[in-house]
């Protein structure tokens, strides 16, 4: 069937049409869907935001409703940032902290509110059309009255983060990594950033153990642990001394670094090793090669005018609109051109995004091309030195705000729990229960 209007969605109830779409022109009641796309840290926060500091105040008229919807291919959010001690063991960091429902956590809201297992896969930006496959194999599309994208980054190992499928590939690809490393001699780990180091550092302090005192290796390692960056400097975001430091607390645990090294490519041998061939043809043979460089946006499903060359969605980096896609579009977290890929980046953007789409909302209550009065919010961009890198389980390197933090405290931040303890905050809505 035909779209009537801005926000109509209409039912195609036939297993033989391409689309199965819900219809939300129910009793001459129009509801008009805010998509969130992605519920990771970017998607929870803005939807939790929106629903508790935005929706309450939009105009409540029996024959206009919104409804938030929320589209993730994962039921459970995975807390990627613990990854680097989930590969190591169930005992040093459990399955039920790295893994969370996220549909219990919008129970509180009722109706306002619907999660939607399934993946973006085709925008229209000109007709306001998302098309999702769903977990159950069918198409729906939606009409969307405002779309929020947060679908962010994948690394290159499943190990890392969720790949735009369920999170079960996740969980057995830890499963996988945790059954190999007790016994392997030798360990591979490609990149420079803190995926690589904080995983070189719990792999050599599980297997290895740590150097005593007046040692700056330890003793008797059990594995030879190499990691390769094709940098000059770990950890790029710091400044030199703090990847000097990273490197010496990396040698203690038996890490060593070999810096200006490309991994060109690696093929799987037939005993359950790898070779991994360096950008000047050197080949290593390894027990296990770890993929811990870069990540990619998932933006497959948005038209490439909308990206830049990296594909990330260009948007306005100060109002975190996408002014290129039409009225009511935004892009919060990972996936946009104004983030660093940063969980400050988040935390910070959210309330502007927020402020925009109420004032936005608002606008358009009455009148769909209607424009907001007055000065929307703007993203400031931190520019000074940010982040903290556990390496090994009791120490580590970073700063904030500029200021080196001292080992202890990268510890006590970080390295405890690698941040773990909060993460019920993300799905419970906890962590954006005040308007900032
Ligand atoms: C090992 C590691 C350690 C890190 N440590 C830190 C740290 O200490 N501090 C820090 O600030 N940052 C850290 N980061 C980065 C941080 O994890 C990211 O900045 C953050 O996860 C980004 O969140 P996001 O919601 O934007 O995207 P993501 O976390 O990438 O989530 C994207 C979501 O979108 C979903 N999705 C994907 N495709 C689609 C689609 N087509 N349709 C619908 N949904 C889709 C995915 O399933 C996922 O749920 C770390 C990252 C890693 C890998």
Same mark, same amino acid.
């Given at each position: 069937?035909?779209?009537?209007?801005?926000?109509?969605?209409?039912?195609?109830?036939?297993?033989?049409?391409?689309?199965?779409?819900?219809?939300?022109?129910?009793?001459m009641?129009?509801?008009?869907?805010?998509?969130?796309?992605?519920?990771?840290y970017?998607?929870?926060?803005?939807?939790?935001?929106?629903?508790?500091?935005?929706?309450?105040?939009?105009?409540?008229?029996?024959?206009?409703?919104?409804?938030?919807?929320?589209?993730?291919?994962?039921?459970?959010?995975?807390?990627?940032?613990a990854?680097?001690?989930?590969?190591?063991?169930?005992?040093?960091?459990?399955?039920?902290?790295?893994?969370?429902?996220?549909?219990a956590?919008?129970?509180?809201?009722?109706?306002?509110?619907?999660?939607?297992?399934?993946?973006?896969?085709?925008?229209?930006?000109?007709?306001r059309?998302?098309?999702?496959?769903?977990?159950?194999?069918?198409s729906?599309?939606?009409?969307?009255?405002?779309?929020?994208?947060?679908?962010?980054?994948?690394?290159?190992?499943?190990?890392?983060?969720?790949?735009?499928?369920? =999170?079960?590939?996740?969980?057995?690809?830890?499963?996988?990594?945790?059954?190999?490393?007790?016994s392997? &001699?030798?360990?591979?780990?490609?990149?420079?950033?803190?995926?690589?180091?904080?995983?070189?550092?719990?792999?050599?302090?599980?297997?290895?153990?740590?150097?005593?005192?007046?040692?700056?290796?330890?003793?008797?390692?059990?594995?030879?642990?190499?990691?390769?960056?094709?940098?000059?400097?770990?950890?790029?975001?710091?400044?030199?001394?703090?990847?000097?430091?990273?490197? &010496?607390?990396?040698?203690?645990?038996?890490?060593?670094?070999?810096?200006?090294?490309?991994?060109?490519?690696?093929?799987?041998?037939?005993?359950?090793?790898t070779?991994?061939?360096?950008?000047d043809?050197?080949?290593?043979?390894?027990?296990?090669?770890?993929? *811990?460089?870069?990540?990619?946006p998932?933006?497959?499903?948005?038209?490439d =005018?909308?990206?830049?060359?990296?594909?990330?969605?260009?948007?306005n980096?100060?109002?975190?609109?996408?002014?290129?896609?039409?009225?009511?579009?935004? *892009?919060?977290?990972?996936?946009?051109?104004?983030?660093?890929?940063?969980?400050?980046?988040?935390?910070?953007?959210?309330?502007?995004?927020?402020?925009?789409?109420?004032?936005?909302l608002l606008?358009?209550?009455s009148?769909?091309?209607?424009?907001?009065?007055?000065?929307?919010?703007?993203?400031?961009?931190?520019?000074?030195?940010?982040?903290?890198?556990?390496?090994?389980?009791?120490?580590?390197?970073?700063?904030?705000?500029?200021?080196?933090?001292?080992?202890?405290?990268?510890w006590?931040?970080?390295g405890?729990?690698?941040?773990?303890?909060?993460?019920?905050?993300?799905?419970?809505?906890?962590?954006?229960?005040?308007?900032?």
């Amino acid at each position: 069937m035909a779209m009537t209007g801005a926000g109509d969605l209409h039912v195609t109830s036939s297993t033989d049409e391409p689309h199965i779409a819900l219809s939300y022109h129910l009793d001459m009641v129009e509801t008009r869907p805010i998509v969130f796309l992605g519920a990771s840290y970017a998607g929870l926060s803005a939807s939790h935001y929106f629903l508790k500091h935005v929706y309450p105040h939009l105009p409540n008229e029996p024959e206009v409703q919104y409804k938030a919807i929320l589209v993730d291919p994962s039921t459970k959010w995975f807390t990627r940032h613990a990854a680097p001690r989930a590969i190591i063991k169930e005992e040093l960091m459990p399955t039920n902290l790295i893994f969370h429902d996220i549909e219990a956590g919008y129970k509180q809201y009722g109706d306002k509110v619907e999660f939607l297992q399934g993946r973006a896969t085709a925008w229209d930006e000109s007709a306001r059309t998302m098309s999702i496959q769903k977990a159950n194999g069918e198409s729906q599309t939606i009409a969307y009255w405002a779309l929020i994208l947060a679908t962010g980054t994948k690394a290159t190992s499943p190990l890392f983060s969720l790949q735009g499928t369920p =999170h079960t590939e996740v969980e057995s690809a830890i499963r996988g990594m945790r059954g190999r490393l007790a016994s392997a &001699k030798d360990i591979v780990i490609a990149g420079g950033g803190p995926a690589a180091v904080e995983s070189a550092g719990e792999i050599g302090d599980f297997l290895n153990g740590a150097a005593g005192w007046f040692s700056s290796r330890p003793f008797h390692p059990k594995a030879k642990i190499t990691l390769i960056t094709s940098s000059s400097k770990l950890l790029p975001q710091l400044r030199q001394s703090l990847s000097d430091q990273a490197e &010496k607390f990396l040698n203690r645990v038996g890490v060593d670094v070999r810096y200006n090294t490309k991994v060109y490519s690696n093929v799987a041998l037939g005993d359950g090793k790898t070779k991994v061939i360096l950008h000047d043809g050197e080949e290593l043979e390894t027990d296990i090669y770890i993929p *811990a460089m870069g990540v990619k946006p998932m933006s497959g499903y948005v038209p490439d =005018h909308l990206k830049n060359d990296k594909g990330y969605v260009v948007q306005n980096d100060s109002t975190l609109r996408i002014d290129a896609a039409g009225p009511r579009v935004y *892009a919060i977290g990972d996936i946009g051109t104004y983030s660093n890929d940063g969980i400050m980046e988040i935390i910070n953007g959210v309330p502007v995004m927020e402020t925009n789409l109420k004032r936005d909302l608002l606008a358009a209550h009455s009148d769909p091309n209607g424009e907001p009065e007055g000065e929307d919010r703007l993203y400031v961009r931190e520019e000074r030195e940010m982040q903290i890198v556990p390496v090994g389980r009791s120490r580590g390197v970073g700063a904030v705000f500029g200021w080196r933090v001292p080992s202890i405290l990268v510890w006590l931040i970080k390295g405890r729990d690698f941040m773990t303890s909060k993460a019920h905050e993300y799905v419970s809505g906890e962590a954006v229960k005040k308007e900032a």
